[in-house]
Structure formats: structure tokens, C-alpha cells
T-cell receptor, first 113, second 114 residues
Framework: AQSVTQLGSHVSVSEGALVLLRCNYSSSVPPYLFWYVQYPNQGLQLLLKYTTGATLVKGINGFEAEFKKSETSFHLTKPSAHMSDAAEYFCAVSGEGAQKLVFGQGTRLTINP | DAGITQSPRHKVTETGTPVTLRCHQTENHRYMYWYRQDPGHGLRLIHYSYGVKDTDKGEVSDGYSVSRSKTEDFLLTLESATSSQTSVYFC?????????????FGPGTRLTVL
């Protein structure tokens, strides 16, 4: 069965600093990988996804993620954090079984002024 | 934003009472999903539907049932609510069941079972 591990339930960075949110997955088939963002009291919205092809994926709001098969990772980055990036971020994997999406535990990102 | 609404948005109920949550979409998407979100667990799939009257179980289906009599509506029922079902419930939709297909999420329902 597929699974996702997000390293760090809470990440805090200063405004303007690099954002790095870590995601490792387990899958017996070629995975499809997603990052979703949840702002306070809202549902989730898609930031970016990897299906096939280019391993560096660009998403909305300046975020990008790189699929590294050898490391079974799909880390999310943004060069310069903004206050508006404060939210909870979920990594998810798909590609096997009827589950469609298997989510990680989530990482809450705090931006310090 | 995808046209997904959930009702009610907040509900407080007592142990043992039945509860029904409604998800309504205006996108005519075939697939609909119910998740629950709990701290430290991310989102976990309860049930999903791949068409009218076609539903299947997810990872945490015990204690929940669903129904879909129309494309636009997907109901989640807790037959006899328990405190362990206190959670935030999200409905999601997708155009197809493909593994690469994006899911669109509703605003959520916060359920408290006393």
C-alpha cells in the first residue's frame, strides 16, 4: 500500500527565507504526487502535481517541487517566504488501488515577520 | 473556485444520535469523496462514489454510510454518532477517477460529538 511521510509537523521560517517542506513516499508502482495547501478554515487546494515527464514541477504562488525517485522524495520549496504562505501543507500520493489519494500528516508553516 | 458546498458547516450533537452531512456540487463531476481530517493523521478517506448509486468504502468507513441518488449530492450518515467521530469532514470531487486527476475540496464541516 502507498504511504506518505511528511517530516516535521510544524515548520517556522522568517519572511524572505527559503521554505522547504519535506515529503517522502512509499509506492510499489510509479507514483503520482501532489502538494495541497489549506488556509485557515478552508478546504484544500492544489499547489502542484507530478504525473510523468519533467521531475521539477512548478506550481502556484511561486512554489515548486522536485520528484527524486532514488530518494523517494517530493520536497516542496519556495525561494522567499511571504506572510501569506502561512498555512498547512499536505503531500499526497496516488497510483495504486482504489484509494485515489493517500495523504501525509500535514506540515503547518508559520512565517515570522 | 469549484462549485462545492457542504452543509451544515458546524454541528454539535450528542452521542448516539444520527447525523447526516450533505455535499452538493454544481460541476457535474462523476467522482465524489468524503474525508475526515484529524490532527496528526492528515486526511483519511471514508467513502467515495463513482456514479449515481455507485459507492465504495475507504480507509476509515466503520460507523459511516453514504448515499448518492443524484449526481450533484453525496450524503454522509453517522447512524449513531460517537465521540471518536468528532472531526472536520471534507467533501471532494473529481472529473474522473484517474490517478493523476485533481480533487477539488469543499469548505468542510466541523462536527463535535459530546
Amino acid at each position: 500500500a502507498q504511504s506518505v511521510t511528511q517530516l516535521g509537523s510544524h515548520v517556522s521560517v522568517s519572511e524572505g527565507a527559503l521554505v522547504l517542506l519535506r515529503c517522502n513516499y512509499s509506492s510499489s508502482v510509479p507514483p503520482y504526487l501532489f502538494w495541497y495547501v489549506q488556509y485557515p478554515n478552508q478546504g484544500l487546494q492544489l499547489l502542484l502535481k507530478y504525473t510523468t515527464g519533467a521531475t521539477l514541477v512548478k506550481g502556484i504562488n511561486g512554489f515548486e517541487a522536485e520528484f527524486k525517485k532514488s530518494e523517494t522524495s517530493f520536497h516542496l520549496t519556495k525561494p522567499s517566504a511571504h506572510m501569506s504562505d502561512a498555512a498547512e501543507y499536505f503531500c499526497a500520493v496516488s497510483g495504486e488501488g482504489a484509494q485515489k489519494l493517500v495523504f501525509g500528516q500535514g506540515t503547518r508553516l508559520t512565517i515570522n515577520p | 473556485d469549484a462549485g462545492i458546498t457542504q452543509s451544515p458547516r458546524h454541528k454539535v450533537t450528542e452521542t448516539g444520535t444520527p447525523v447526516t452531512l450533505r455535499c452538493h456540487q454544481t460541476e457535474n463531476h462523476r467522482y465524489m469523496y468524503w474525508y475526515r481530517q484529524d490532527p496528526g493523521h492528515g486526511l483519511r478517506l471514508i467513502h467515495y462514489s463513482y456514479g449515481v448509486k455507485d459507492t465504495d468504502k475507504g480507509e476509515v468507513s466503520d460507523g459511516y454510510s453514504v448515499s448518492r441518488s443524484k449526481t450533484e449530492d453525496f450524503l454522509l450518515t453517522l447512524e449513531s454518532a460517537t465521540s471518536s467521530q468528532t472531526s472536520v469532514y471534507f467533501c471532494a470531487i473529481s472529473h474522473s477517477g484517474g490517478y493523476d486527476n485533481e480533487q477539488f475540496f469543499g469548505p468542510g464541516t466541523r462536527l463535535t460529538v459530546l
